[in-house]
């Protein structure tokens, strides 16, 4: 079963501005290899970390949502580990309503 994806990748892309764009249809087409399927690319430009990270102060920051399996996305998170250009990458699954307190509450009374 297919669910939708949010992900957002921090790139490190120091001193290769023009390079942006090639990176990022290279990263969909890798997604793509995996069995995900891409709806939007969103970029969110050059950003600053509030903290360092690996020396880094700032990274180019894009958002895939896509449609995927699991498995996929599992398989996508380890191949986009080691890709050297990947500084950071954020998996968020849509769509996921948690039910309020007072759904818990008549969900433990009906158990």
């Given at each position: 079963?297919k669910?939708?994806?949010e992900?957002?990748?921090a ?12 990176l ?5 087409k ?20 509030a ?5 880094l ?7 895939y ?6 498995s996929a996305?599992?398989?996508?998170r380890?191949?986009l580990?080691?890709d ?10 849509k769509?996921?309503?948690k039910p309020?307190g007072?759904?818990r ?7």
């Amino acid at each position: 079963m297919k669910n939708r994806y949010e992900i957002l990748l921090a790139l490190n892309s120091a001193g290769k501005e023009e390079t942006n764009k090639d990176l990022i249809e290279r990263l969909e087409k890798a997604l793509a290899a995996e069995g995900a399927q891409v709806e939007q690319v969103q970029r969110l430009e050059r950003r600053e970390f509030a903290y360092p990270h690996d020396k880094l102060k700032s990274a180019y920051f894009v958002n895939y949502i896509v449609s995927a399996e699991p498995s996929a996305i599992a398989k996508i998170r380890t191949k986009l580990t080691l890709d050297e250009e990947v500084v950071l990458q954020n998996y968020l699954r849509k769509g996921v309503a948690k039910p309020s307190g007072k759904a818990r509450k008549a969900a433990r009374k009906k158990a």
